[in-house]
C-alpha cells in the first residue's frame, strides 16, 4: 500500500484549493454528465458515502471473507481511506468494493470469493502497515469516538456490511446476517455520555430575512431523535413566534424548521441551517433548557450559538402555505391545488388540453403522452426506443419507451427532477437519430416533470428548475446518414473554493450564484458548512461569482472567469485579465475567496490556537521512525529533456529530503541524464533545478516500497519518467533567486483587524537562511524557499509574534499554487498576528515525549499537533570525547500529520531530560553544523537535567558524565 498523508488545516476545514474538471467522454465510459452510457464486461463504479461528525482524517477499512455458513476466513485486505469533503468514496467492481490502493495480488486474491462471500469494516482502530509502522488517527480515535448506526443512540465500535446489488446493507456481526439498515451514509459521535432529563423546548422566533415576521399559520416541525425516544410535533406560527409547549430529552438531536417534502420545503431555505437540508437547523436542548445550533452532528459541547430564532429566505413571491399538513411523507391531497393560472398541457399527441396539478418534489408525475415526430411534422415510426435517464440515478438502466402511433406513452417521472429523454450509445438507433434541440449531445433532451397529466417541461443547464417553465409538447427528432456518431466532449468543469474570513473559517452557509454574462442566468449554489464552495460549469463561457445576499457578508472583491484548457488538458478558471492557464496566479483555486463582514467586526475567538499541549504520549516511535530511516536505494538513470531532447549540457540539480527538511546534495547531470542518485527509503524529495537560464517544475518524488522505482509522491502518482527542462524568458541574476516562491501576507495587531500595520520589521530565520522584511501599508513581502521552516521575530516595531514554523508547501496535484502553512498544524496561514509584548510566551506550551523522559518548554507548540521525539544515538561516536564516559541525544520536534521534521531554527527552547541513575553530569554539549562541541549551560537535580537550546532539531545533544 502506498503510504499516505493527511493534511489537516487549523483554522480552516480545508487548507488547499482543489480544482477538477470532466474528462472528455470516451467509448466505454460511464460519465456523470450522462452524455452516454456504456457498460463493459468489467463493470466499474464509485459509491460516495457521506460522513457526518468526522471532517478530516481517515476511516479504517478492512474486507474480510465468510463462507456461505458465515464462517470467518479471515482478512483480504486493509487499508485506510481518508474522509473528504464529507465523504469517503468506495470503488467498485463486479459488485465488490476495491479500493484504489490494492494492488494486483490482492486484486487477485479478492477475485477468488463471490461478491456474497465479503463482509466490508468500518472502524477508527490504528492500524499495523508492512513495514511495521502504525498509522493511527489523531482526533477521532476509537476510545474517544463511535459509529451511531442510522444517527441513533445504538452505538457500535465499527460498522460492518454488505454490498447488495450496488447497496450498503448492514451485516450483524453477533447474529452473523444481514439487517434490514441501508447504509447511506456513516455517522461518528462521540463516545462521552450527556445528562439526559427532561427539558421544555424553548419559545424561538420566525423571521424573514428582512426581519418582518413571518405570517400567522405556517406550520413549523420539531423533530426530536427518534432513536431517542423523542417525537416529532406540528407547531403554526402566530405572531412571529413559535411557542413549542413540547418535551424532549436533554442533548438529544432535534431538527426544527419546514419538513423535507412539504409544499413550503422548496419555496423557502432557512438561513441558520447548518447541513445540505437548508430547510431546518439541528438543534439541542442541554440539561438547563438552554437551546443552542448544533455545530456538527451529536456535538452537544460546542454551545457558542445560541438558538432563539429560525430565518426564512423565500425562493419565490408566492406566499407560503398556511393550509392543512399531513404526516411527513405522506403526500397530501390537499397540498396538489389546481394551477392558479389554469396553465395547461398542450397535449399534442392526443389533441386535447390537459389540466394539471402541480405534484410535490420527489413524488411520482404521471406525464401526458408526448408525440414524437420527424422534422416536417410526420409520425416516426412505431418500434423507435426513446431512453430515459434519471439524473440522480445515472448509473441505473434508464427507462425504455416505445414509440408507437407516434408517440410514446406511459412515462412517470419525479416531480422537479432531471432526466435526460433521447437516444442512449447503447440504443440500436443511437447512430441513425439525434434529437433536436438536445443540449450540445444532440441525442439527449434535459427535461423535468411537474403537473399531474402535464406535459414535460425543459430543464434549463443554466438556472435547472428555477427557470421559467417551457413545455415540451413534442419531441422532434432528424435522421442521420447511419454513420459511427461522434461522441461528445463534456467540458463541464467543477472546482472547489476555500472561503474566507480574515484568515478564519466563516460562519455558516452561505448562498452564491453563479451568472453566466452571456445569457444573465444564474445558478443558486450554497457553501458548505466548513466554508468550501463548489462551482460546476462550462468551457469557454465568461461567469462571475457572485454571493447572495445574506445578513453577515459580502464579497471583497469582484471574480469574473472562464474556464480554458492548460498544457496538461486540464480545464482550470481563469480570471478576466488574465492569458496563459500555467500561469497559477490567474487561476481562481489559486486564491480564497475573501468575504468582507457587513458589522465590520474582526472573526470570533483567537487567530491562534492556545491550548495546552497534554498529549505529547500518545505518540511513541513507532509512529514516526520512516523519519530517522537510513537504507538508501540507488535511482536508475534519470532523463534530463528539453523539447523532447536529451539536454547535453550541465544542470546543476539540488535534492532536498523533504522528509528531514535538508538539503541532501546538489548534482551535476552529465549528458542528458542524472546518474548515481541514492535516495532514502520512505523518505519524500524535492528534487529541484539551480540555472540562470533553465528551469523545469519542481519534481515531488520517492522511492517504491520493494526500493526499485522513482515513483511520484504527488497525484498523479506513478513511476517518475524525467526533467523537463523550459528556457526563462529572462535570465537569472544568481541561480540562489531559482525556485523561490514570492508570497504578501497581511498583518494585523491581534484583536484590531482594521489597523494598517506600519514601522515594523519582522525577521524570518530558519536552517537555511536569515532575513528581514519590512510591513508596509499592513502587508509583508516575502520570498521563502519550499518545504523549509521559518519562525519570525519582531526586529523593529513595539509589538511581539506568537511565534510558529512557517512554511511553503505545493498544491499543484490540486490545479493550485504554492501555499504557506503552519508546520505546526498543516493549518493554511492568511495572516500574521503582532501582539503587545507583555503577551510574548503567554502561549508557551510544554511538549512531552512518547516515553516521558524528555519535555521542552518555551514556544507556542499548539494544541497536540507536534510530537517529541527524544533518542539516544548509540552509533555515533564524539572524536573529542574519546576515551570518556558520555551519551548522544537526539531530540526533534515531529509534525506527524505530514510525517516529516519540523526544525525551528529560532528560539529560546528549556530542555529537561531523565537520566539514568541520576548519573552526575560534567558537561553538555550540542555538535554544530562543522561537527564541533559547542558547550551549553545546564543544571541538574537528581536524575533531571535541564539545559537550553536556541534551535530544535538541527543539532544532536552530547551528555558527558563526570
Not at 511495521?132 to 474517544?144: A, C, F, H, L, M
Not at 426506443?385 to 427507462?399: G, Q, S, V
Request: hydrophobic residues 35%.
Amino acid at each position: 500500500m502506498r503510504r499516505t498523508k493527511v493534511l489537516l488545516a487549523g483554522v480552516m476545514a480545508m487548507s488547499l484549493a482543489i480544482s477538477s474538471a470532466v474528462v472528455p467522454v470516451k467509448a466505454g465510459v460511464i460519465t456523470g454528465s450522462g452524455v452516454g452510457r456504456y457498460v463493459a464486461a468489467t463493470e466499474k463504479s464509485e459509491i460516495s458515502l457521506p460522513v457526518y461528525g468526522m471532517d478530516s482524517e481517515r476511516l479504517h477499512f478492512t474486507i474480510v471473507a465468510i463462507t456461505k455458513d458465515n464462517k470467518s476466513l479471515g482478512n483480504v485486505f486493509e487499508t485506510m481511506i481518508p474522509v473528504t469533503n464529507g465523504q469517503v468514496n468506495l470503488p467498485t467492481i463486479n459488485n465488490k468494493i476495491v479500493p484504489n490502493d490494492m494492488d494486483d495480488n490482492y486484486k487477485e486474491d479478492l477475485a477468488s470469493y463471490s461478491a456474497d462471500n465479503l463482509v466490508y469494516i468500518f472502524d477508527l482502530q490504528e492500524w499495523w502497515k508492512d513495514d511495521g509502522s502504525i498509522e493511527e488517527n489523531s482526533v477521532y480515535t476509537s476510545n474517544k469516538y463511535n459509529f451511531s448506526v442510522l444517527g441513533g443512540t445504538k452505538q457500535k465500535g465499527s460498522l460492518s456490511f454488505k454490498l447488495v446489488n450496488g447497496q450498503l446493507v448492514e451485516w450483524d456481526n453477533d447474529n452473523v446476517s444481514l439487517t434490514k439498515n441501508i447504509i447511506d451514509r456513516v455517522v461518528i459521535r462521540s463516545a462521552k455520555e450527556y445528562t439526559k432529563t427532561p427539558v421544555d423546548f424553548p419559545e424561538f422566533d420566525v423571521v424573514y430575512t428582512d426581519g418582518s415576521k413571518v405570517e400567522d399559520g405556517v406550520a413549523i416541525n420539531i423533530m426530536a431523535d427518534k432513536s431517542e425516544g423523542g417525537e416529532s410535533k406540528v407547531v403554526r406560527v402566530k405572531d412571529g413566534k413559535i411557542k413549542p409547549d413540547f418535551k424532549l430529552k436533554s442533548n438529544i438531536l432535534c431538527a426544527v424548521g419546514i419538513a423535507k417534502d412539504t409544499v413550503n420545503s422548496k419555496l423557502v431555505k432557512i438561513i441558520e441551517s447548518n447541513y445540505d437540508d437548508i430547510t431546518t437547523v439541528n438543534t439541542f436542548v442541554d440539561e438547563n433548557g438552554k437551546a443552542y445550533i448544533m455545530n456538527g452532528i451529536f456535538n452537544f459541547e460546542d454551545k457558542t450559538k445560541p438558538f432563539n430564532k429560525i430565518t426564512i429566505e423565500k425562493k419565490t413571491e408566492a406566499p407560503l402555505y398556511t393550509g392543512p399538513v399531513v404526516a411527513i411523507g405522506v403526500q397530501p391531497v390537499e397540498e396538489l391545488k389546481d394551477i392558479s393560472d389554469d396553465k395547461t398541457a398542450l397535449g399534442e399527441s392526443s389533441g386535447a388540453a390537459v389540466k394539471g396539478k402541480r405534484i410535490a418534489p420527489g413524488k411520482d408525475v404521471k406525464v401526458a403522452d408526448i408525440a414524437v415526430v420527424f422534422e416536417d411534422g410526420t409520425k416516426v415510426h412505431d418500434g423507435v426506443t426513446l431512453d430515459n435517464f434519471r439524473m440522480k440515478d445515472i448509473w441505473a438502466e434508464p427507462a425504455h419507451y416505445k414509440v408507437k402511433d407516434g408517440k410514446i406513452s406511459g412515462i412517470v417521472l419525479k416531480a422537479d427532477e432531471q432526466y435526460k429523454l433521447g437516444f442512449d450509445v447503447t440504443n440500436a438507433d443511437y447512430n441513425n437519430y439525434e434529437v433536436v434541440g438536445a443540449y450540445k449531445s444532440k441525442k439527449l433532451l434535459r427535461v423535468y416533470a411537474r403537473y399531474e397529466g402535464g406535459v414535460l417541461l425543459k430543464y434549463d443547464y443554466d438556472e435547472g428548475i428555477e427557470a421559467p417553465e417551457k413545455e415540451i409538447s413534442k419531441i422532434v427528432i432528424k435522421k442521420t446518414d447511419g454513420k459511427p456518431s461522434k461522441l461528445p466532449v463534456s467540458t463541464s468543469c467543477l472546482m472547489n473554493l476555500i472561503l474566507s474570513d480574515h484568515g478564519y473559517q466563516p460562519q455558516g452557509v452561505l448562498p452564491f450564484r453563479l451568472v453566466r454574462l452571456d445569457n444573465k442566468k444564474s445558478t443558486l449554489v450554497y457553501s458548505s458548512k466548513d466554508g468550501i464552495l463548489s462551482l460546476n460549469g462550462e468551457a469557454g463561457v465568461w461567469y462571475e461569482m457572485k454571493l447572495d445576499k445574506n445578513p453577515l457578508y459580502k464579497l471583497k472583491d469582484k471574480t469574473v472567469f472562464r474556464f480554458v484548457l492548460n498544457k496538461e488538458g486540464k480545464y482550470v478558471a481563469l480570471l478576466k485579465g488574465y492569458k496563459n492557464p500555467d500561469n497559477l496566479e490567474g487561476v481562481v483555486t489559486s486564491h480564497y475567496v475573501d468575504l468582507v463582514r457587513l458589522d465590520g467586526k474582526i472573526p470570533v475567538g483567537p487567530a491562534l490556537d492556545t491550548d495546552e499541549c497534554a498529549t505529547g504520549a500518545k505518540y511513541s516511535l513507532k509512529d514516526y521512525k520512516i523519519i530517522y530511516n537510513t537504507k538508501r536505494a540507488l535511482v536508475k538513470d534519470i532523463p534530463v529533456q528539453f523539447k523532447s531532447s536529451a539536454f547535453k549540457k550541465p544542470v546543476k540539480f539540488e535534492v532536498y529530503n523533504a522528509t528531514k527538511q535538508k538539503v541532501e546534495k546538489v548534482v551535476l547531470s552529465k549528458d542528458g541524464k542524472l546518474s548515481g542518485l541514492k535516495l532514502i527509503v520512505g523518505n519524500d524529495y524535492i528534487i529541484s533545478a539551480l540555472d540562470k537560464e533553465y528551469s523545469m517544475k519542481n519534481a515531488y518524488v520517492t522511492i517504491s516500497n520493494d526500493g526499485k522505482k522513482l515513483i511520484t509522491s504527488k497525484a498523479p502518482y506513478g513511476e517518475f519518467k524525467g526533467f523537463k527542462l523550459v528556457k526563462r524568458e529572462k535570465a537569472l541574476t544568481d541561480e540562489k533567486l531559482a525556485n523561490r516562491v514570492p508570497y504578501k501576507l497581511p498583518v494585523y495587531v491581534l484583536g484590531n483587524n482594521k489597523k494598517k500595520v506600519n514601522n515594523v520589521t519582522l525577521k524570518f530565520i530558519s536552517p537555511r537562511e536569515t532575513f528581514e522584511a519590512k510591513v508596509v501599508d499592513g502587508w509583508v513581502d516575502l520570498s521563502l524557499l519550499e518545504d523549509t521552516n521559518y519562525v519570525m521575530e519582531v526586529v523593529k516595531g513595539n509589538y511581539a509574534i506568537d511565534a510558529f514554523p512557517l512554511t511553503v508547501k505545493d498544491k499543484s496535484e490540486f490545479g493550485a499554487k504554492k501555499y504557506v502553512f503552519n508546520h505546526l498544524s498543516c493549518g493554511s496561514v492568511q495572516a500574521l498576528y503582532l501582539i503587545n509584548k507583555k503577551q510574548a510566551h503567554k502561549n508557551d506550551t510544554t511538549l512531552v515525549s512518547s516515553d516521558g523522559t524528555t519535555k521542552v518548554t518555551g514556544f507556542r507548540f499548539g494544541n497536540g499537533e507536534y510530537a517529541l521525539s527524544s533518542r539516544v544515538l548509540k552509533n555515533v561516536k564524539v572524536p573529542e570525547l574519546k576515551g570518556k564516559n558520555y551519551l548522544v541525544l537526539d531530540v526533534d520536534t515531529v509534525n506527524m500529520y505530514r510525517v516529516e521534521l519540523s526544525p525551528l531554527a529560532y528560539g529560546n527552547f528549556k530542555v529537561t531530560t531523565t537520566v539514568a541513575g541520576k548519573k552526575p553530569v560534567k558537561n553538555v554539549y550540542y555538535i554544530d553544523g562543522a561537527n564541533k562541541l559547542q558547550k551549553v549551560k545546564f543544571t541538574q537535580k537528581g536524575d533531571k537535567l535541564t539545559f537550553n537550546m536556541n534551535s530544535m532539531a538541527r543539532y544532536n545533544t552530547v551528555i558527558e558524565y563526570k
